[in-house]
Nanobody, 126 residues
Framework: QVQLVESGGGSVQSGGSLRLSCAAS????????MGWFRQAPGKEREEVAR???????RYADSVKGRFTISQDNAKNTLYLQMNSLKPDDTAMYYC????????????????????WGQGTQVTVSS
């Protein structure tokens, strides 16, 4: 069974930075599709960043140029570096993994992922 555990959330002021981590355990392919989602109160869960099976990345327009997704396969850890944070980035952030391989630049829905972490809260104040 795959388990995902996020960490690194917190409260920062606008313009600040945070780095989220997601530690994966259990059998997960190094080519698995891995992504970060976020969900603000009253809003749908949205994919903000993804690493495709070929190593390419995809970002939501709202975070392009500010967020960077990366992974360390040796540590089975996924990261999300978030810079120039804005109050609109305030949300619960979730790590997710899919059993299927993936590619392309389109946005994935939550239903396309099979495994989820418990989430880590990010709060950005103005």
């Amino acid at each position: 069974q795959v388990q995902l555990v996020e960490s690194g959330g917190g409260s920062v002021q606008s313009g600040g930075s945070l780095r989220l981590s997601c530690a994966a355990s259990g059998f997960i392919s190094s080519r698995a599709c891995m992504g970060w989602f976020r969900q603000a109160p009253g809003k749908e869960r949205e994919e903000v960043a993804r690493i495709n099976s070929d190593g390419s990345t995809r970002y939501a327009d709202s975070v392009k140029g500010r967020f960077t997704i990366s992974q360390d396969n040796a540590k089975n850890t996924l990261y999300l570096q978030m810079n120039s944070l804005k109050p609109d980035d305030t949300a619960m952030y979730y790590c997710a993994a899919a059993r299927a391989y993936c590619m392309g630049g389109g946005r994935f829905s939550p239903e396309q992922y099979n495994y989820w972490g418990q989430g880590t809260q990010v709060t950005v104040s103005s």
